[in-house]
């Protein structure tokens, strides 16, 4: 099993960014898909999920209306496009995958992570 986060980079405030994840080792469409961040001395944050079809979404509040998941089962891929960045935006940022049809928020629920992509917006 292997997610492979890309798409990170430094950016300005304002800016957008968009990432993605590529999966193998496992169907992807039997997943749920999520992204998390990471900044140090801080636990893991939960920023979005999507249900198996990418039907359900869900965001923590700090990134809707800015951020989008959506995930392309047949290219085994899932994206997050951040858009308006902010220099709070800044950390690495984690693709998870959680062996069901839904889920939430908890990281601990997930199955498979990748190493991450560090996102760092400056202002």
């Known amino acids: 099993v292997q997610l492979v986060e890309s798409g990170g980079g430094s950016v300005q405030a304002g800016g957008s960014l968009r990432l993605s994840c590529e999966v193998s080792g496992f169907v992807l469409r039997d997943y749920t898909m999520a992204w998390f961040r990471w900044v140090p001395e801080s636990e893991r944050e939960f920023v979005a999920s999507s249900s198996w079809s990418g039907g359900s979404r869900v965001y923590a509040d700090s990134y809707k209306g800015r951020f989008t998941i959506s995930r392309d089962n047949d290219k085994n891929t899932v994206y997050l496009e951040m858009n308006s960045l902010t220099p709070e935006d800044t950390a690495a940022y984690y693709c998870?995958?959680?062996?069901?049809?839904?889920?939430?928020?908890?990281?601990?629920?997930?199955?498979?992570w990748g190493r991450g992509t560090q996102v760092t917006v400056s202002s």
């Open positions: 998870a995958a959680r062996r069901s049809l839904f889920g939430g928020s908890v990281y601990e629920e997930y199955d498979y």
